[in-house]
């Protein structure tokens, strides 16, 4: 329980994180490409110091790591511009609600139908609707000019639900006891390679300018960030990789958290349909999650 506990903080965290980009006016993508880095560079410190450079390469799962990290770069890229333009409650709403792709996954992976009933199947229909609602303003000249943004969070929505179904696959296929670190490590790697290549182009044409506040936007960044990824891994251990009952619980928790958040820290509006679609959120994966308390 305790790591669902941290992976719920550190989750809501990174939502924060973009937040602040905007207020102290971070380059987003300088402040991605580091905190990349800062992962790769922490998980290699947690690594055993006997550890191989190249023996992370033979792994059967390394191939998976490292295509999780360009998407890992691609999903963080996307939720930063999602922030930016539609505000933190409809990125992280929209995020975590993608756990509808994951929990069908594990239905289908594991073959257990028979937990798909009709109140599970009322649940994920109800995401969706949240989805709809949450991503709505109730201003009718906002909501036009903001119409054509409805590809931000749907993109969020179907890049996370993939890269977390993926995670468990691996997780539960590929991924042996003890080497959890060992994969977010590679995975880190590939997104750091990945953020880096477009960057590195820029900055030799001298279309970037680098600030130090990107650099320290970057470390507080990564940090939330690998710890996210390394405790989801071992919550899905812990718990047997069941992810139709991990992703529910855990993505409420960090919808909760961060839409706190959002309202304490930041003072964000939030119009009629959107406080429905937070609603119709808590119901969907109160519903989702229902075998695990009825």
Known sequence: MIYLLLFILSSSLLFVNFRLFDRF????????????????????????????????????????????????????????????????TVTSVSNKMSLVIPVVFSFVFHQSWDNLNLITATGLLLAFIAIFFVSASSNPTELKDKKSLIFLPVSIFLLSGFTDSLSQWCSETKVLEGEQNHFAWLVFGGAAVSSSLLILTRTLKGKVDWAWKSVLGGITL?????????????????????????????????????????????????????????????VSLALISSKSWL
Not at 42 to 49: E, N, Q, V
Not at 236 to 253: E, K, M, T, W, Y
Not at 265 to 274: H, P
């Open 25 to 88: 006016k971070v380059n987003r993508k300088q402040a991605i490409t580091v905190n990349y880095w800062v992962c790769f560079a922490l998980g290699a410190l947690l690594l055993p110091r006997n550890d191989s450079f190249l023996g992370h390469f033979q792994f059967d799962w390394t191939p998976f790591a490292l295509i999780l990290g360009f998407l890992f770069y691609l999903n963080f890229t996307l939720t930063g511009l999602t922030v930016k333009k539609l505000g933190l």
């Open 222 to 282: 990564g940090l939330p960030n690998y710890a996210s990824y390394f405790f989801l891994l071992q919550t899905l251990d812990s718990f047997d990789h069941q992810g139709d009952f991990v992703f529910p619980i855990a993505n409420l928790g960090v919808i909760l958290i961060s839409s706190l958040m959002s309202f304490g820290l930041f003072s964000d509006k939030i119009s009629g349909r959107q406080w429905l679609g937070l609603a119709v959120s808590a």
